[in-house]
Nanobody, 125 residues
Framework: QVQLVESGGGSVQAGGSLRLSCAASGFTYSGHCMGWFRQAPGKEREGVAVISSGGGSTYYAGSVKGRFTISRDTAKNTVYLQMDSLKPEDTAMYYC??????????????????WGQGTQVTVSS
């Protein structure tokens, strides 16, 4: 069974840090773009960060650039999101996604995403 399982969410005060992990199983995503997306209550899902298959290219939303870092460990089939200097507006459900299609990334979008179940991040002021 192909799965993406997120972990690392939780509650933190503004200015704090969290590290999200997304472990893929049932399929090797080494040649695929992967990314993190988030959805706050009443808002549409938005792209947060995307990383290329080799990790050499990364893309970030303007609102998180300089505070969040996406990385991946191909050997572990895992992608990470290090979130520093968290703000209350970062509160959302965070989803990991992998592009089903093999190949290069196109900014903060995935051509055909496979989604994880999500992990909640809550930042209090």
């Amino acid at each position: 069974q192909v799965q993406l399982v997120e972990s690392g969410g939780g509650s933190v005060q503004a200015g704090g840090s969290l590290r999200l992990s997304c472990a893929a199983s049932g399929f090797t995503y080494s040649g695929h773009c992967m990314g993190w997306f988030r959805q706050a209550p009443g808002k549409e899902r938005e792209g947060v960060a995307v990383i290329s298959s080799g990790g050499g290219s990364t893309y970030y939303a303007g609102s998180v650039k300089g505070r969040f870092t996406i990385s991946r460990d191909t050997a572990k089939n895992t992608v990470y999101l290090q979130m520093d200097s968290l703000k209350p507006e970062d509160t959302a459900m965070y989803y990991c996604a992998a592009d089903i299609l093999y190949g290069s990334c196109s900014g903060l979008t995935l051509k055909i995403p496979r989604w994880g179940q999500g992990t909640q991040v809550t930042v209090s002021s």
